[in-house]
């Protein structure tokens, strides 16, 4: 018995001691900002976590574009838990916010919370991820459209390939398996590819992401097909990882074989200024300006459109060198 | 032979090997690119560096009746510190600051380890749900030192551990030889190997003929724990970078799979190095099996399950006896097909 007293006191002292650190780390986006002045409008901003770069710079995006704004920011970090969501709205709409903002963890099970905020008379706005909610229960949603993204990939290729007389093999590095930039991406960029014969994707496979698996991937796909003229990466770190690849296979990764990508993220900035990428298509994480001018357009009673989609570039090698110095992420 | 234990992990291994070739004309050349190997075999054997290791520390806490799921979370932390030190250094490239940054990621795997092990051997907690804890908080701990971002490092002695070449041969490699070597003398050479087979086999009877128990397992679990440090640090290395969130993602499974693909009980007791070794190599053959043969992406979980059960299905005497007797008719079914190999049979094939 004392046994396993110990042991579960052990247990959670290590529990809380990660806990916490945890939540030292967070606390400056726990909560911000506190009651300001009743004419300024308050916004209840409920962020997925902070699981990657493109996270941070979204959440500072959105932390910087409100004060400037002159709109009170109410922040909450679910940490990738739908439940800590779910309170994290509740909350805001006992505080009676003007208007709640929030990028869902998942897809499914928002219809009661977001009943909740209709019934409390408090418009929602849903940032960069969607759900499967009725549309009426949220008044827009403002995120990315990768399939666009996907497009404007294809459609460089489809410029710079267009005199090509021989057969251009192109090499498609995909996202996770079943995650909706992954299957977005790549429909936009392969059916834009398809109306070129000479354009041919000779491999396509899952990269999950990730730098560790594009480098494995592409190194395997670089023995089993000895001409590969074009590699597209559905995001910077797979392009990374398999421009590491193809150096070691001593061949020059931006000339011998090209690498076009999406997100331009900093070191896929990096690598693109350097020559070993050719073109990205930008997903920008800095939506903050855009979420508050909505905010503004539904207090002055405006209907904003239900589909926003961010404002988003593409770089070529030069416009990369030149935008490296200011990109924020 | 055929009632070697490491016979039919090694058929499924050649098996596999031998339907790339078909697959793919090239599959076995072996070229020198750039004043270094290059080719599909030695790609199975960097890249399988990480899980081999992993595989062989999980064996011998396997082998102590335990198990260790925070691999995985030990590979992402090692990474995570070890890039971060190095990140923060004036000079990357200077040797010392490498050495120092991997010293102290290792000895930080080396505290995991003893947290692990004293969690399982003092306080008695279940050994799946001792690490279990480090497994969930461990990538939380990872993430804090990468402040969740992709810390990428540009060091040149640290690219060396897990995608350098030495003398022309992956480092990577060289450094698992080493380890598995030291690991095989160590065990089969000295009594060491008897001992973590006994308290595998019985803790508390082991105890009283007077074998340290708890401290064998002890060492077991932070034995465990530097390989994946080892590991941590060749994944990150490969890339230059360090990935809080994906270094070492569930390859606690991969590595628990080749114990078992290599012929060792999840019960504890008699483990094999040989068979764990091939197990890890027969997982990293399937991955570059699916990469370079393309595999369309959504059936690559199918594929990967299908191939794994027949390589486990072909080594269960009682599925061979089945297939056996109905295809060649033999009348008397033998009670037990295979006869355990004898331990200096074993320490053969390891040493």
Known sequence: ?329 | MIKHRLFWPVVALVALLLGNRIVTPGFFSVEVKSGHLYGSLIDILLFGAPLILIALGMVTVIATGGIDLSVGATVAISGALACYIISDQANQGSVGGVLFAVALALVLSLALGLWNGMLVAWLGIQPIIATLILMVAGRGVAQLITSGKIITVNSPPYKLIGGGYWLGLPFAIIVVVVVAAITAVLVRRTALGLLIEAVGGNAEASRLVGIRSRSLIIMAYMFCALCSGIAGLMISSNIAAADGNNAGLWMELDAILAVVIGGTSLIGGRFSLAGTIIGALIIQTISTTIYTAGVPSYRVLVFKAVVVALVCLIQSPAFRAKVFRRRHKRPPPQPKAEVPASDSGDLEVSA
Request: glycine share 8%; charged share 25%; aromatic share 6%.
């Open chain 1, 1 to 329: 018995m004392l046994r396993k007293l110990v042991a579960l006191s052990a247990a959670a002292v290590l529990a809380t001691a990660l806990s916490s650190c945890g939540a030292a780390n967070n606390s400056g986006g726990s909560t911000s900002a506190s009651g300001g002045g009743s004419d300024k409008i308050t916004l209840g901003f409920s962020q997925v976590g902070s699981e990657s770069g493109w996270r941070e710079a979204n959440t500072k995006s959105i932390k910087e574009s409100a004060p400037a704004a002159g709109i009170d920011l109410k922040f909450s970090d679910a940490q990738q838990k739908q439940e800590n969501q779910i309170a994290a709205i509740r909350s805001y709409i006992q505080q009676k916010v003007d208007v709640i903002a929030f990028s869902p963890v998942v897809v499914t099970g928002w219809d009661a919370v977001l009943k909740e905020a209709q019934a409390a008379k408090i418009p929602v706005v849903l940032t960069d991820r969607a759900v499967d909610s009725d549309p009426s229960l949220y008044v827009s949603f403002i995120g990315s459209d990768f399939v666009k993204e996907g497009q404007e990939v294809g459609q460089w290729v489809l410029d710079n390939y267009k005199d090509a007389s021989a057969p251009v093999n192109i090499v498609e590095l995909e996202g996770t398996v079943g995650a909706a930039p992954a299957i977005d991406r790549k429909k936009g960029f392969d059916d834009l590819v398809k109306t070129n014969p000479n354009l041919k994707i000779i491999a396509s496979q899952s990269g999950d992401f990730t730098r560790a698996k594009g480098k494995e991937v592409m190194q395997a796909i670089l023995k089993a097909n000895p001409k590969i003229d074009l590699l597209f990466a559905h995001n910077d770190d797979m392009g990374i990882g398999a421009m590491q690849a193809i150096e070691e296979a001593g061949k020059k990764p931006g000339t011998d074989i090209k690498i076009v990508t999406i997100d331009a993220v900093h070191d896929g900035m990096q690598a693109l200024a350097d020559g070993k990428f050719n073109f990205i298509a930008e997903c920008s994480p800095l939506l903050g300006p855009q979420l508050m001018d909505i905010v503004k357009q539904i207090k002055s009673g405006q209907t904003p459109e239900k589909r926003i989609i961010t404002k988003e570039t593409t770089f070529t090698q030069q416009q990369a060198a030149e935008a490296l110095p200011n990109r924020k992420y």
